[in-house]
């Protein structure tokens, strides 16, 4: 079956080749934005409606249809005591890399901060104050998903949010995984549910007795979490529409064809997800072809793998470096990888759109996904053209400061006056008029 990847090989010589770019472009694109017929909407819509309408009840019905978990609302918050246990359980070698990603995501996440009020011309100022409370989905994965916790509390953290409520669907033995539990309690969060899904979004956007609203919820999960974020944004703040995981591989014949085919099968495992390398060198990309072909056989889930690489993959050659990176800022990847030799840095440094960008061959996502300091929380199907990393930065929000005394005002008023009769508005201008008179 691994003879289905021969399709993933594209270049400019095959007659529909632009046809193959923009499929393979509008897949992901498509694949990002969880396109789903009406029902699912519907759906969505309806579960919002109804914890809106019957709060912790309607939470409890839909965690029994969905996780197929009976729990009661005074069951949804995790105790104090739970989370101290499971810290307590966490075996000391894990305990140890967590500590530490903690603190390398706390360095770069203060470094980059900007949260710092700040004096401007002409009297004005910029005010930034932390978002008071947050809201974080982490998946119900069947594997625990700590780094999940900690690359998103932690920039709520520096970003001085008070206070951080956690979701998480009862996947494990009826609740989270007690790996999850102990991370958050390592970070000193204490309200944590046992809730997840469309209905977990729904009660953290507008309340119910048991669950307080928020005022911005993150983090990932699955179509109906994403999709549930979208719905209620407006109502709510968001980080993202967060689609499944990508990655772009920039790589010359300096590249090593066993590791990019490596770290192309790291994010197609997901299934979905995307995995595309750009090269200048057939050479090359055959030897990644055959590669894939020998190391996906090898995959517990090599049937869905191969599928998914088919489906949203692809090893594309061009003629030269400039259209690979031309096409490169064109897919705008949540994950850039370069791995180009000594290049690796100059091919870096002309691409403008990316989540994260990961430099030479050393460099593969999992280093970014659970240890280097920049949150793992990417922009996904092209996005990455207008959006960023999550941030300590996105946990704030700024307010414009306006402080003009008598004689300011007198400088400016007439000009002021002009421009709002210019808009009809007359009591703007008035407003101003009745401040020059004697």
């Not at 632009?18 to 498509?30: A, F, P, T």
């Not at 309200?191 to 469309?198: I, K, L, N, Q």
């Amino acid at each position: 079956m691994s003879n289905e990847l021969d399709k993933i090989l594209i270049s400019p010589s095959q007659p529909d080749f632009e046809e193959k770019m923009d499929k393979l472009r509008s897949g992901i694109m498509g694949l990002a934005m969880f396109l789903a017929g009406d029902e699912r909407i519907k759906q969505i819509v309806k579960i919002v409606r109804d914890v809106v309408e019957r709060g912790d009840e309607a939470v409890a019905g839909y965690t029994k249809e969905y996780d197929d978990i009976e729990l009661s609302p005074d069951e949804f918050r995790i105790s104090k005591e739970d989370l101290e246990k499971a810290h307590k359980e966490i075996d000391k070698q894990l305990l140890s890399p967590i500590q530490q990603a903690i603190e390398n995501v706390k360095r770069y996440q203060k470094e980059i901060y900007i949260g710092h009020n700040k004096k401007c011309s002409d009297e004005t100022e910029i005010k930034y104050t932390p978002i008071k409370r947050v809201g974080i989905c982490v998946p119900g994965a069947s594997a625990p998903l700590p780094s999940t916790v900690i690359m998103t509390a932690v920039p709520a953290q520096i970003a001085g949010v008070e206070e951080i409520a956690v979701v998480s669907p009862p996947r494990y033995k009826s609740s989270i995984h007690p790996v999850v539990l102990g991370v958050c309690y390592e970070l000193g969060i204490e309200e944590v549910y046992r809730v997840g899904g469309a209905q977990a979004v729904a009660a953290l956007t507008v309340g119910t007795h048991k669950i307080k609203r928020v005022d911005k919820i993150v983090g990932p999960g699955n179509q109906w979490v994403q999709s549930a974020k979208k719905e209620v944004f407006g109502s709510v703040g968001i980080d993202s529409i967060a689609g499944p995981s990508e990655v772009l591989i920039i790589a010359n014949d300096k590249a090593n064809p066993a590791w990019v085919a490596a770290d192309m099968l790291s994010q197609a495992e997901h299934a979905p997800g995307s995995a595309v390398v750009f090269t200048d060198s057939r050479k090359l990309a055959k030897e990644v072809l055959s590669e894939l072909k020998n190391q996906v056989n090898q995959l517990n889930r090599a049937e869905e793998t191969i599928k998914c690489l088919v489906d949203f993959g692809g090893i594309v050659i061009f003629d030269d470096m400039n259209d690979v990176i031309k096409h490169a800022d064109e897919l705008a990847a949540e994950h850039l990888e370069i791995q180009c030799g000594v290049e690796s840095r100059k091919v870096a440094d002309r691409i403008h759109n990316a989540g994260a960008i990961f430099i030479g061959d050393y460099s593969p996502v999992a280093v970014g996904d659970y240890w280097a300091g920049p949150s793992h929380t990417l922009p996904t199907g092209l996005s990455a053209m207008f959006s960023s990393a999550l941030s300590a930065n996105d946990f704030i929000k700024s307010t414009s400061i306006i402080e003009y005394d008598k004689q300011k005002l007198a400088q400016s008023a007439e000009d002021i006056i002009r421009l709002a009769e210019a808009e009809g508005l007359d009591a703007h201008a008035k407003s101003v008029k009745i401040r020059q008179e004697k």
